[in-house]
């Protein structure tokens, strides 16, 4: 389920999820790699629960039976110390083309219950939801520390 990928500039991983059943060991592996990379445990927090709902969304949005894919990556200089969390999660599904980003009109409404997780990633961190030929795309960028 888990590929560390090279990354001169920081720690990064590829995390391929065939189904819902995955997610926990997805966000045990997340949380512990980004512990361990240095990141306060606030920011992990957030970005453990921003990855979460960011792939729980992906499998709704997939075709039946698809993989959603995760990548993340923490961005530091050499020697130096985490600069940002930068997360990428794909799913293939319904041709769609366009920005699907919350505006924040949308963010605004607590008692909505589509898109919350969008808009709890909006309000920590940018992020960007492009749909695309095929599926769509999350990307979610935010500083490594508080």
Do not use: C, H
């Amino acid at each position: 389920m888990r590929e560390v990928v090279g990354a001169d500039d920081g720690w990064g991983a590829r995390i391929r999820l065939r189904s819902l059943a995955d997610l926990s060991t997805m966000r045990r592996r997340v949380r512990n790699e980004l512990t361990v990379a240095g990141i306060a445990a606030s920011k992990v927090d957030d970005t453990v629960l921003v990855i979460s709902e960011l792939a729980t969304n992906a499998f709704e949005a997939a075709q039946p039976g698809s993989a959603v894919v995760v990548r993340v990556r923490v961005m530091r200089p050499p020697g130096g110390v985490a600069r940002r969390i930068e997360v990428d999660v794909d799913n293939v599904g319904v041709p769609v083309d366009g920005d699907l980003t919350p505006r924040p009109e949308q963010m605004s409404e607590p008692s909505a219950l589509d898109g919350r997780g969008l808009s709890i990633a909006a309000k920590l961190g940018r992020l960007v939801v492009e749909g695309r030929i095929g599926g769509s795309r999350a990307v979610y960028r935010t500083p490594a520390d508080d």
